[in-house]
């Protein structure tokens, strides 16, 4: 049964690998992409959905008969069968597994969530992660017994992002640009990067309220 409710729920993805008509190069390279690239992806996507669905407390029953988890399955399926890292197919399996599971996030949130992930790179992740967290860190001088904390001046916020994620040192405009779409998105506060202010400031926690929602929404389910 279960075996059978993942070949319907993968089939959806089909879609997204079938062959253009016509001759020619663009056919024969379709093809042979087909078969090096798409059946492989395929299959370890449905690997991954079928350990989602071992781990997901409702019966297969249940699930085949859930038509916003179906809806959610689609829209995994087609992002995951364009993703060329498995980090971001594992991203689309913590995603599924979270919108079988909870029950706080309306469909509709969820399917946007599902579709931001589709639209995202690693980049947009990373730069996110960083800035969920409060990156300041005080420094701490201590003098005869004496503790001595110091505010460190002024700085841009690319300090540190670039400090944390050494990754985006050689390309700052890119960091922009993901930022102005997690911006756009709602996803984090209007980031200033042409501005100096204080260094509690530039490091500060900057993710909204979907933003901290979107990211417990793709964490690791194991």
């Known amino acids: 049964m279960g075996n059978k409710l993942t070949d319907a729920l993968i089939a959806t993805g089909k879609g997204a690998v079938s ?19 798409a059946d492989k992806r395929m299959n370890e996507w449905k690997q991954r959905v079928e350990e989602i669905l071992e781990k997901i407390p409702r019966s297969i029953d249940e699930l085949a008969q859930d038509e916003a988890f179906y809806s959610c399955v689609q829209v995994a399926t087609m992002g995951a069968m364009r993703a060329y890292q498995k980090e971001k197919q594992e991203l689309f399996a913590n995603a599924l597994y979270s919108s079988a599971n909870n029950i706080d996030i309306p469909t509709d949130k969820k399917l946007f969530y599902l579709s931001l992930l589709g639209s995202y790179t690693l980049s947009h992740i990373m730069l996110l992660k960083y800035f969920a967290q409060d990156n300041y860190n005080e420094k701490v001088i201590k003098r005869s017994g004496t503790t001595i904390r110091t505010i460190g001046g002024t700085e841009h916020p690319i300090k540190g992002i670039v400090e944390k994620l050494p990754c985006f040192a050689d390309d700052i405009m890119f960091v922009k640009h993901i930022a102005g779409q997690l911006c756009s998105d709602s996803l984090i506060s209007i980031v200033d990067f042409d501005t100096p202010v204080s260094t509690e400031l530039a490091r500060a926690k900057r993710t909204t309220k979907y933003g901290d929602e979107f990211l417990k929404f793709i964490q690791d389910y194991q």
């Open 19 to 37: 062959l253009f008509p016509g001759g020619g190069f663009l056919a024969e390279y379709i093809s042979l992409a087909q078969g090096y690239v």
